[in-house]
């Protein structure tokens, strides 16, 4: 047998047998992959899925398990909010940034409330609650919350704000591994093979160049695993690889703590490279200061080392975390005053660094170290149209606006002062909305697919990102994948050994 790794797959040797056969052969067992499993077995296909691990689950089963969704789900109606496909679409257009997929977004859109009921056919259940506060989940089994920018400058003069975060009837962040538990026992009773503890190594690929299998490690040896129609590559993002991280998206790794499963290593990105794929949006991100909950942080300002404002502080987490990393090594506080000192006893996610205090600005200033007269002037201007209800500066919502009275304290934010910033990323194999991985001049390799962020889907932009983009993608994309390989046409398989 050939040595073979991800960058190099093996080739299919004469009269070779495997040591399994499937119709399709999943890799990883996450949210994408226990979808596109479900699928290809509901479209008929037998399935074996490989996880490296000891139980599925992957970065999902971490997840506080939101699924954006909208179009008017049975619980945005029932909680009073109207949606409709277009406002979807322009939000998600717009929080896609620059590398926007319009068609993927489209299907995404059409399909969300498809996407909702197969959903609930695997057993999830969504309770009819709307939790109203800015937070970076529901705290309790609540389902409904702004988990992105729908009501912020930018994009709530382009798409009516409508709440489209989901989560499925859990405690706080327990939604991701109650998806996983649901998916997987679906996945079961259609009579997917799950096989645990089975590390794919590389692609198999024929004679033509088409994908007819994977090699994986299990118990110390390499066993063969054909696919008789197709590959389904769903083993996450990279961001647990400092290699390919510094390679590819080197300021995602200021201080920030990297945020996925031990194997988050980039390993099915890299098998896709091997067979002649292609990879985009490597050195893009998801970045995430947690300033909020409590909300009423919302209403403080956010100033970097000159002590000037550079965002709407009403913003999601996601963007603020954004705009402060790309912005590193520049010092980043955010400024409290005497309205928020009762707050100090249920600090935000990751706590608090107070730097400095002061009774007036000034004294705040001068013990920042900030020129005489910038953060005393930047406040001076914020409470003055604070008094008038409005941020025309920034445009931050009016009822996050308030003007700040001393006394005063700067808690620092930026990375590397204790501030917390998780990160993970949204780059991978160059693909299909309908999962077919693509090579660099944009043809389908026969017989390989990819989900979730193994590939780049539906979230593409760390400034956009909204929770639940992710598993939202996962699950709806990964179906999609799944239902593309068991439909591929069989190809000539040696039978198992
Ligand atoms: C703390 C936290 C909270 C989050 N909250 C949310 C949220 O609320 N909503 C949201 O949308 N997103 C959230 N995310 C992001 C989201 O969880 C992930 O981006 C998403 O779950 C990825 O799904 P996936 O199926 O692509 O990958 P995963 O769920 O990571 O699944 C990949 C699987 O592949 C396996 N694997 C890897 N390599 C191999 C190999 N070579 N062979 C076999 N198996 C392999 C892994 O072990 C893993 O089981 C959160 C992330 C974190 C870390």
């Known amino acids: 047998m050939s040595q073979s790794s991800a960058a190099h797959p093996r080739r299919l040797q004469p009269g070779e047998r495997p040591d399994l056969v499937a119709d399709v052969v999943v890799v990883g067992c996450g949210a994408a992959g226990a979808s596109a499993a479900i699928a290809a077995a509901e479209a008929g296909a037998s399935v074996i899925v490989l996880e490296a691990a000891s139980a599925g689950g992957g970065t999902t089963a971490m997840a506080g398990g939101l699924i954006y969704m909208g179009c008017g789900t049975p619980v945005q109606t029932a909680c009073g909010f109207s949606d409709t496909p277009e406002d979807m679409y322009e939000y998600l257009i717009r929080a896609s940034g620059p590398n926007a997929d319009p068609e993927r977004v489209r299907l995404y859109v059409d399909g969300s409330l498809r996407h909702y009921d197969w959903l609930l056919a695997q057993g999830m259940v969504f309770k009819h609650e709307y939790y109203p506060k800015k937070n970076t989940n529901t705290p309790g089994d609540q389902c409904l919350i702004?988990?992105?920018?729908?009501?912020?400058?930018?994009?709530?003069?382009?798409?009516?704000?409508?709440?489209?975060?989901h989560k499925g009837q859990a405690m706080g962040e327990g939604g991701g591994s109650m998806l996983m538990e649901k998916l997987i026992a679906s996945a079961t009773a259609r009579g997917v093979r799950i096989l645990c503890d089975m590390r794919a190594r590389s692609a198999i690929l024929d004679d033509e160049g088409q994908v007819v299998g994977v090699v994986a490690r299990s118990e110390g040896r390499d066993i063969t695993v054909a696919a008789r129609r197709g590959v389904v590559l769903c083993a996450g993002g990279f961001i647990m690889n400092t290699d390919m991280v510094s390679r590819h998206a080197p300021w995602l790794q200021h201080h920030t703590t990297l945020n996925g499963n031990p194997n988050d290593d980039g390993s099915g990105i890299r098998i896709g490279l091997g067979a002649g794929g292609a990879s985009m949006n490597m050195n893009e991100g998801f970045v995430c200061l947690p300033f909020y909950p409590p909300a009423s942080f919302v209403e403080a300002i956010m100033v970097d080392s000159r002590g000037q404002r550079f965002i709407n502080e009403d913003c999601y987490h996601g963007r603020m975390g954004e705009a402060?990393?790309?912005?590193?090594?520049?010092?980043?506080?955010?400024?409290?005053?005497?309205?928020?000192?009762?707050?100090?006893?249920?600090?935000?996610?990751?706590?608090?660094?107070?730097?400095?205090?002061?009774?007036?600005?000034?004294?705040?200033?001068?013990?920042?170290?900030?020129?005489?007269?910038?953060?005393?002037?930047?406040?001076?201007?914020?409470?003055?149209?604070?008094?008038?209800?409005?941020?025309?500066?920034?445009?931050?919502?009016?009822?996050?606006?308030?003007?700040?009275?001393?006394?005063?304290?700067?808690?620092?934010?930026?990375?590397?002062?204790?501030?917390?910033?998780?990160?993970?990323?949204?780059?991978?194999?160059?693909?299909?909305?309908?999962?077919?991985?693509?090579?660099?001049?944009g043809n389908a390799i026969a017989g390989l697919f990819s989900a979730g962020r193994n590939s780049c889907g539906l979230p593409r932009s760390g400034a956009g990102y909204s929770s639940g983009m992710s598993i939202g993608d996962a699950t709806f994309f990964g179906r999609l994948a799944g239902q593309s390989a068991a439909q591929s046409p069989v190809r000539t398989m040696p039978a198992s050994a």
């Open 146 to 165: 702004y988990t992105g920018n729908e009501a912020c400058t930018g994009f709530a003069e382009y798409a009516a704000p409508v709440p489209r975060g």
């Open 324 to 441: 402060i990393l790309k912005r590193y090594p520049e010092r980043h506080f955010m400024i409290v005053d005497a309205g928020h000192m009762g707050d100090f006893n249920r600090p935000p996610l990751g706590g608090f660094n107070v730097t400095a205090t002061g009774d007036t600005v000034e004294e705040l200033e001068a013990e920042l170290g900030m020129a005489p007269d910038t953060l005393a002037h930047t406040i001076r201007v914020y409470n003055r149209h604070a008094r008038e209800g409005g941020d025309p500066l920034f445009r931050k919502h009016a009822d996050y606006v308030r003007p700040l009275e001393g006394p005063y304290a700067a808690c620092e934010v930026t990375p590397g002062s204790g501030a917390f910033f998780p990160v993970f990323t949204l780059g991978g194999l160059r693909a299909r909305a309908t999962g077919e991985v693509l090579d660099e001049e």
